[in-house]
């Protein structure tokens, strides 16, 4: 399991691969992503019972996200997010993709559900 990347420093740009419409009753995992000065990419949770927690992303690796730490990369204590929720991979290139693996409460990219395996711009 990745551990939590620990920078408070840094300012990195991003996107929302989880639903932004959280409500008091529902907690909603929000993440946000950014390649850092070390080359590896950031994930950063902004919403949910994990906000603030930070993980670091290595180029040309696939990352399992969800709330079962025997199979997941990077684990959510959040009943919003599947045992096994969404696939993170990023390429070489540092082309990112992200697939739902059939979750529960699906996953949004910019507000709008992913229907299978879709790169973020």
Known sequence: ?????????VDIPHDSIFSDESSDK??????????????????KVISGPNNGA??????????????????????????????????????QDDTLTVEDLKSRNGTTVDGESLLGKQPLA
């Not at 399991?1 to 420093?9: K, L, N, T």
């Not at 946000?32 to 000065?37: A, E, H, Q, R, V």
């Not at 025997?70 to 969404?86: E, G, K, L, P, W």
């Open 26 to 43: 529902d907690a909603i995992a929000q993440i946000n992503f950014g390649l850092i000065d070390t080359g590896r990419w950031l994930l």
């Open 54 to 91: 930070e993980f670091s992303m290595a180029t040309d690796s696939s990352y399992l996200l969800g709330t079962d730490p025997n199979s997941c990369d990077i684990v959510f204590h959040d009943t919003s997010v599947s045992r096994q929720h969404a696939r993170i991979s990023i390429a």
């Open 1 to 9: 399991m990745e551990e939590p990347f620990e920078d408070d420093d």
